[in-house]
């Protein structure tokens, strides 16, 4: 796993990429500043590594029937018919996508977890969409690729190793319990990867770039883990 470049003393990390015109809200700084002071504090580390053969849910996390909603403070007005996605940087086959295009693929119904770094989980969330594995079978990656950066509608980026997008039950998730997913939640489109902490789930997904370096995004410069597996608690950066 690449190393997150240490940050310059008295440096601000680099703001969020623009949001899409027509989005409503605007980055909340108190709660990204409380977020980055969770990583300073180590906010909800244990310190007991699980085993996920054995246990269900990692440690320090709670569970919850609802689903709670976090983002940046910004929502994207993205519906079915302006939806768009590129898949671009290392492939073979670039792809732009709309709608139409994505409900023409093969869709897939899984059944994951969701394990949030704000110490939620939730059990059994069912998900239908066009896996992970049918997109790249598409676009084809180069060999040198190896890391893929989500970016958002609403600015926001995150970054994951190639393999980790590539896995069982990753999703380009259209539908949560059978509706269409909430644009409080991502929707129409977002990414559901459910071995990881979910804020590498990233909502609204416009673009997915294939890069051979690593190139970690949001939160992952503001102190969190840059790989975010939940039952070794890889909540934040050390």
């Not at 007991?48 to 940046?72: C, F, K, N, S, T």
């Not at 023409?104 to 992970?132: K, M």
């Not at 990414?191 to 997915?208: E, G, T």
Request: proline share 10%.
């Amino acid at each position: 796993m690449a190393e997150i470049p240490p940050k310059t003393p008295g440096a601000s990390p680099a703001p969020a990429e623009p949001a899409d015109p027509g989005s409503e809200g605007a980055v909340r700084p108190r709660l990204v500043a409380a977020k980055e002071q969770w990583a300073r504090d180590g906010r909800a580390l244990t310190g007991q590594p699980a085993d996920p053969a054995r246990d269900r849910l990692p440690p320090g996390q709670r569970l919850v029937e609802d689903w709670p909603v976090l983002d940046l403070g910004i929502t994207p007005s993205v519906t079915e018919g302006s939806w768009r996605l590129t898949v671009d940087g290392l492939v073979e086959s670039p792809l732009s996508w709309r709608w139409d295009d994505l409900q023409a693929q093969p869709q897939e119904q899984f059944l994951s977890d969701i394990h949030c770094v704000t110490t939620w989980s939730r059990y059994d969330n069912r998900w239908e969409g066009v896996s992970a594995r049918r997109l790249l079978a598409l676009a084809r990656p180069r060999p040198e690729a190896r890391f893929v950066v989500f970016h958002s509608s609403d600015g926001y980026t995150t970054n994951v190793a190639l393999a980790d997008f590539d896995a069982d039950g990753v999703l380009l998730a259209t539908k949560w319990e059978g509706e269409p997913i909430g644009r409080d939640h991502g929707g129409p489109v977002r990414i559901v990867l459910p071995k990881l902490y979910f804020w590498k789930s990233a909502k609204w997904v416009k673009r997915i770039e294939l890069l051979a370096e690593d190139r970690p995004g949001y939160w992952e410069v503001r102190g969190y883990h840059n790989h975010a597996d939940p039952w070794t608690e890889e909540r934040y950066s050390d």
